[in-house]
């Protein structure tokens, strides 16, 4: 049922950035797909082992691998700080257009 919710949201924020025709839309729908993404790589890998990577000599259970778990922080960091810059060039394009419409962009820059 999670993989399911997790693919759903994979799916909102790809379809979001294809169909959507505002830039501020597409990005948000582009940070839904990464949040997706995100949250379906935790699922995976939270697969392997419960408990955290704590060395006890007392206890013999499987450890969860901490590599994922920084690779993640890592690409929330990423994607954040692209979003953040496409932010910006949508600021920069707002100054010279009334609209954030991909359509009439296009129309305003072509030869």
């Not at 392997?48 to 499987?62: H, S």
């Not at 450890?63 to 890592?74: F, H, N, R, S, W």
């Amino acid at each position: 049922m999670l993989q399911a919710c997790i693919l759903i949201t994979l799916l909102f924020g790809f379809f979001g950035i294809i169909l959507k025709k505002n830039l501020v839309m597409k990005i948000i729908s582009m940070d839904v797909m990464s949040t997706g993404v995100i949250a379906y790589y935790i699922f995976i890998a939270s697969r392997e082992g419960l408990f955290t990577p704590i060395l006890d000599p007392t206890k013999t259970v499987e450890y969860a691998d901490p590599v994922p778990q920084a690779v993640i922080l890592t690409a929330i960091v990423i994607g954040f700080s692209i979003q953040a810059l496409m932010l910006v060039g949508v600021m920069k394009l707002a100054k010279d257009n009334p609209t954030l419409e991909t359509k009439a962009i296009e129309k305003n820059y072509t030869p």
